[in-house]
């Protein structure tokens, strides 16, 4: 189909209420899980070592398969990896309400995982062929936004179910939204094109293979493991990529879209994908700590403290990705990135006694950076590249998202080894340090942008 007009009106907003459903499962989920772990484990008489796998070996499989569910979407269709994706997280969800020991739940977890993946790996090439070209950023804004308010409001959910019944609850509730979600798919969902290319199932494995040795690693290292395991485990990850490189050279559309990194405005754009959620991850993780541990608030005001945040990015990334329709995202980033970046310095200095607004403006500040820069990085990465190459960008904006997480969080729980009272400020200062590089990375794109383009013209020429 021709992606530069788009779907009518009517199915536009259908697809994209598919879309929304999408992301708001796989966020709340992510959100809503953290929350229930030590209800989990009380429940299931495991210790919280223990049940961490619950997360673990969600991540584990998203991170796995994102980019070769990516690749799978560009030969079989980006609407039909969407379906699968709903009907996976749908039954993995009923698997994980059901489950009675910890073993069924992390077996159902890696099935969700698996759906997960499908649903996210081609979320941004599907509003590519949804949106016309000249209105993707604001499609891409949407989607942000979505993202935002279920993060926002995922912790406060899942406290208010808790205390109304179990945590089985908190994954039962996915059914109804994958059923609805699966349904407007059915209906509305664009059905993009096969690229044509035979599907690699070997490159798949070896991603695979990578991805997951790769997160695993960082985890180990974290939790202070011998060297000698990480460096296997980190060792097994670069073979993979090794033999992956070796067996896709000379593809015309490998699975890694290493052959997109050889456009600068993309590589640039990944760049400041990855090094922008490493500060959001370093942030994320050392910010509950640092309210609740080292400043004494109740584990409630905890989570409200940390309201803002989300909030304020859920607005400015809906405006956001309107002004990337106009305005190049290497300046949007670049600036928004500094903002975070102070944000982040000025949590770091918070007074032990800090206020309530204190907290908030500073929390508010990074929201709004952080928002002001996700949506034109995002409508960056898949307008330049090409429509036939979706699914590899696509699956760069998940892979780029998850990964950098990923190394915040192991970051972070460094950092909390250094010194238990110090280790959340430590964290924020080393995330403001990875503000300041996705900052630089952000505008260093301006240097590629042909003097005289605006955004929508350059977002042409990079798909042509």
Do not use: K
Request: net charge positive.
């Amino acid at each position: 189909m021709d992606r530069s007009d788009g779907l009518p009106e009517r199915d536009r907003m259908l697809a994209m209420l598919s879309v929304m459903l999408a992301a708001t499962q796989v966020t709340l989920d992510i959100s809503i899980v953290y929350t229930a772990l030590p209800a989990i484990a009380a429940d299931l008489q495991r210790s919280a070592a223990a049940a961490v796998w619950v997360v673990n070996a969600y991540q584990l499989a998203v991170v796995a398969a994102v980019v070769p569910l990516a690749a799978l979407g560009e030969s079989i269709g980006h609407r039909r990896v969407s379906l699968a994706g709903f009907v996976l997280f749908t039954i993995g969800s009923l698997a994980c309400g059901l489950a009675s020991s910890l073993s069924a739940l992390i077996a159902a977890r890696l099935l969700q995982g698996l759906g997960a993946a499908a649903l996210i790996s081609v979320t941004t090439a599907l509003i590519r062929f949804i949106y016309p070209a000249r209105s993707l950023g604001r499609g891409l804004g949407l989607y942000a936004l979505i993202v935002a308010i279920a993060f926002a409001f995922g912790p406060t959910m899942a406290s208010l179910i808790l205390s109304l019944t179990s945590w089985h609850a908190l994954f039962l509730l996915h059914l109804p939204v994958g059923l609805i979600g699966l349904g407007l798919a059915l209906r509305a969902l664009p059905a993009t094109e096969p690229s044509g290319h035979r599907y690699d199932f070997a490159a798949a494995a070896l991603t695979a293979g990578m991805f997951a040795l790769l997160v695993f690693g960082l985890g180990e290292a974290a939790h202070r493991a011998p060297w000698p395991r990480v460096g296997a485990i980190w060792g097994s990850a670069i073979a993979c990529g090794v033999l992956l490189l070796r067996r896709q050279a000379g593809h015309p559309a490998p699975m890694l879209a290493i052959d997109l990194m050889r456009r600068p405005l993309f590589a640039l754009s990944a760049a400041t994908a990855v090094l922008s959620f490493v500060a959001q991850g370093l942030a994320f993780v050392s910010l509950p700590f640092l309210f609740h541990t080292v400043m004494g608030w109740s584990q409630m005001h905890t989570g409200l403290l940390m309201t803002p945040w989300p909030l304020v990015l859920s607005v400015m990334a809906l405006n956001a990705g309107r002004l990337s329709d106009r305005w190049p995202a290497a300046t949007l980033g670049g600036v928004g990135l500094l903002l975070l970046c102070a944000g982040m310095v000025m949590l770091a200095m918070l007074a032990h006694d800090a206020s309530v607004p204190d907290i908030a403006w500073r929390l508010a500040l990074c929201g709004a950076g952080f928002g002001l820069f996700q949506a034109p990085n995002m409508n960056a990465i898949m307008s330049s590249a090409p429509p036939e190459r979706s699914g590899g960008a696509s699956g760069i904006v998940a892979t780029a998202r998850m990964l950098g997480q990923a190394l915040g969080a192991a970051l972070a729980a460094a950092c909390f080894g250094l010194s238990i009272e110090q280790g959340p400020t430590i964290a924020l200062w080393v995330g403001s340090g990875f503000a300041v590089l996705a900052s630089t990375a952000s505008l260093l794109r301006l240097r590629f942008q042909p003097p005289g383009d605006s955004a929508v013209r350059g977002r042409s020429s990079g798909a042509d």
